[in-house]
């Protein structure tokens, strides 16, 4: 294999997708992009789309891979709808679904023919935190252990065809929705921080500097992985 390859970033506008593609690109990969967001400077090719309509990511995926041969993929886009127990939607509960899964179910058949053509691939799903337990995210959680299953039900599929497929659950990380929701000196911003054994949550390229391992010619015998990338959160507190 050579050491170029062509990476579909989907949620690549901002946050962890941004600072994924911008790892890829300074490397000398060829980065493509899908986000709802209007972009101007994304380092690669970039299409403004709204993932959660089948039919139009449909079409965005068509004009991908009818001119590139795509042999990585991070399935990035989420939605996130918190909610006590008793409040949860089910609407809200299915658009959480939609986003998380269909779009990383449809992405993935999108590439697939090439990656399996080409006897390589690589696939990063990106999960949360929240698989291991968060209160107020029944549906988010829900559909983040799904996307780690479909991580492990897919590398076992694709383990004889040069194709690995792993999982990302970051922990607190400090992306514009974070911010927004979570302000540097609020209350709910330390909250999070304190769970953290490191005390801090991660700038998003920490968090892509892990994909960017997992889609490396170097990381071929890892598959079916879910890596947490949480400050410690995953496996407990620190002592006091």
Known sequence: MNDKHVTLITGASKGIGRATAEMLASSGQTVLGMARSE???????????????????????????????????????????????????????????????????????????????????????????????????????????????????????????????????PGPTDTELFRTNNPPGSESRQRYTNNVPMKRVAPPVEVAAAIVFLLSEQASFITGQNLYVDGGSSVGHAPV
Do not use: H
Request: overall charge negative; aromatic content about 8%; hydrophobic content about 50%.
């Open 39 to 169: 972009v101007s400077d994304f380092p690669g090719e970039y299409i403004a789309v709204d993932l959660a309509d089948r039919e139009a990511t449909a079409r965005a995926l068509k004009d991908f891979t009818g001119r590139y041969k795509i042999d990585a993929l991070v399935n990035n886009v989420g939605l996130v709808r918190p909610a006590p127990l008793a409040e949860v939607k089910l609407d809200e509960m299915q658009e959480v679904f939609d986003l998380n899964l269909r779009v990383a179910l449809q992405c993935t058949q999108a590439v697939l023919g090439s990656m399996l053509e080409g006897n390589y691939g690589r696939i990063v799903n990106i999960a949360s935190l929240v698989v291991a337990g968060v209160p107020f995210r029944t549906s988010y959680a829900a559909a983040k252990s799904a996307l780690v299953s479909f991580t492990r039900s897919w590398a076992l599929e694709l383990a004889e065809s040069g194709i690995t497929v792993n999982a990302v659950s």
